[in-house]
């Protein structure tokens, strides 16, 4: 080649190259902006090709024949530079929007973790699981994936795997992921049969859930309160402060607790019990005082009515617990007040059972008649109303006829046959605590698992027994609520009728702990194993009822 057309090439190749430089720097000064992080490596990129250019512009210095500002041809020559060099340019461009458009881990564990969330609302728990394994694949948040995986495969069912899996996230023995140690502990203190040593577990699960998440309040609830079962009131009063710290709507729930501390210690020293009262009404008072505030400024808030008259009632102030739901009255929602009203009702009227004078039990007699206008088939009222029925006087033989004006009618004929049933067969008659029982399925209770349990043990503990059908009931009873442990005793007691040891045996221990007739109860156990030829037992079942049963 020629030494002129050699430095026209050289001159064109430059031009061309010079033309792709422009963009680039352009595009990683643009990249530069974006990752700040990478800012570094990207000035050494960007400042390549302005070394390029620069040695190619020293290279021009020295030729003659290099194309000038001016040349004819010079432009056109750069646009098919530009346009030879544009794939180039449209293939970073398609890079930069593909890195531009793709999810940070951040972005990608909120939209995880939102549908997870969202697909276990809506019942979709494939989805959920789904979700969650794709989220514990990324980086710091592989504990949140794996703890909501665990979830999921517990509603699935799979209930070895996700108690295994939110076993390893949350070890008893040392701190794990808070949300598993605080769901661990949830799971034992919600199991109903429980021993002393798993709620020392339990206890272990929050304080290593709080390591790991100082000031968790959720936490720090829960573990009051199982400082409250073991009497530790102290530590139990620090956790609560803490918690209501962050969340002061529960100041009622700790007013509570210190009204429990109160009275555990009334009768043993009435002077120490009563910091811990007046406290609990320091507690009511500024909850009350925030709520009536916000009431002032939302009087429509009927929700926020209900807390309020909640706050009234722990003070025992029923009169302005009824006026500030009454008052709510004029906002049109009677039908979501009346149910609260009729329990304010119902409570003032408890309230004054051990008074009794006749004036008393009038004003018993209108508070219950007016809770029943407002729910006519509340249980609490009907109750009361039963008991006033059974006094001397003019209010009681008025409470007499609205009950017989009641079955009469038609109004709450379920509950009251329920509670009618329940009266009789405390007094010994047995035939009408069946029939008023009988009526009570009849009418509408078979929907309540307590009523048909109730009628389940009538019918096997009554002449004639009926003992087949019992067992048929008690099993309704028990599908319906599996867990229901006073079910279990009634289902033992009908199984020791029919001779069916074994089974009886099974139901009448597992129902233990629930039982309120410890007497019978062993003295049944003592039957089952006395059938069963374990006489050292039976034996020592019938000692442990005499004992009970003992003065």
């Not at 430089?21 to 974006?34: F, G, K, T």
């Not at 969650?132 to 070895?160: H, N, V």
């Not at 119902?346 to 004003?363: E, I, N, Q, V």
């Amino acid at each position: 080649m020629k030494p002129g057309r050699w430095q026209r090439f050289k001159a064109e190749l430059g031009g061309f190259v010079w033309t792709l430089i422009w963009p680039l720097r352009m595009l990683l000064r643009l990249c530069a902006w974006l990752w700040g992080q990478r800012i570094h490596a990207v000035r050494r990129l960007e400042a390549l090709p302005r070394r390029i250019g620069e040695a190619w512009r020293r290279m021009r210095a020295g030729q003659g024949n290099a194309p000038v500002v001016g040349e004819p041809g010079q432009w056109k020559k750069r646009l098919a530079n530009f346009l030879l060099g544009l794939p180039v340019l449209l293939c970073a461009g398609g890079l930069f929007w593909l890195g531009w458009d793709a999810p940070t881990p951040i972005i990608l564990r909120a939209r995880y973790h939102e549908e997870a969330m969202g697909a276990r609302a809506r019942g979709e728990l494939e989805v959920a699981r789904l979700c969650a394994e794709r989220l514990s694949g990324i980086g710091s948040f592989k504990e949140e994936g794996r703890y909501l995986l665990a979830l999921a495969l517990l509603e699935l069912e799979q209930q070895e795997r996700g108690l295994r899996m939110m076993a390893r996230l949350a070890p008893p023995d040392r701190k794990g992921y808070h949300k598993a140690h605080y769901w661990l502990a949830s799971y034992i203190v919600s199991r109903p049969e429980r021993t002393p040593e798993q709620l020392l577990l339990a206890e272990a699960h929050l304080q290593y859930a709080l390591l790991d998440k100082p000031g968790w309040a959720q936490a720090q609830r829960l573990l009051a309160h199982l400082k409250v079962g073991r009497g530790d009131w102290i530590e139990a009063e620090a956790l609560f402060l803490a918690a209501v710290h962050t969340r002061p709507e529960w100041r009622l729930e700790v007013a509570a607790f210190y009204r429990g501390w109160g009275r555990a210690y009334q009768e043993r020293d009435p002077e120490a019990a009563e910091l811990p009262l007046r406290r609990a009404r320091e507690q009511a008072g500024l909850l009350l005082a925030d709520l009536n505030a916000v009431l002032e400024q939302t009087p429509e808030n009927i929700e926020l009515r209900g807390k309020i008259a909640s706050v009234h009632l722990f003070l025992e102030d029923y009169a302005s617990a009824f006026d500030v739901l009454r008052d709510g009255l004029s906002w049109g929602e009677g039908p979501t007040l009346f149910p609260a009203l009729a329990d304010v009702c119902a409570g003032w009227s408890a309230s004054m059972a051990d008074d009794p004078s006749a004036a008393a039990l009038t004003r018993r007699f209108g508070l219950l008649a007016e809770a029943l206008q407002y729910s006519p088939q509340h249980l609490g009222a009907l109750r009361q109303l039963l008991e006033v029925s059974e006094r001397e006087g003019e209010a009681a033989e008025e409470a007499r006829e609205r009950l017989q004006k009641m079955l009469v009618s038609g109004t709450a004929p379920a509950t009251l046959h329920f509670l009618l049933g329940n009266q009789e067969w405390s007094a010994g008659r047995h035939d009408r605590a069946r029939f008023h029982m009988e009526r009570a399925v009849e009418l509408g209770g078979a929907r309540s698992a307590t009523v048909v349990n109730n009628l389940a043990y009538m019918l096997a503990h009554s002449e004639p027994a009926d003992l087949a059908r019992a067992l048929e009931l008690i099993d309704v009873a028990l599908e319906a609520q599996p867990d229901q442990l006073r079910f279990h005793e009634t289902r033992g007691r009908i199984l020791a009728k029919l001779e069916r040891w074994h089974e009886a045996l099974e139901e009448l221990e597992r129902s233990s702990a629930a039982v309120r007739d410890k007497a019978g109860h062993h003295r049944i156990l003592a039957d089952v194993y006395q059938a069963l030829g374990l006489d050292d037992l039976a034996a020592l079942h019938r000692e442990q009822a005499s004992w009970l049963e003992s003065p």
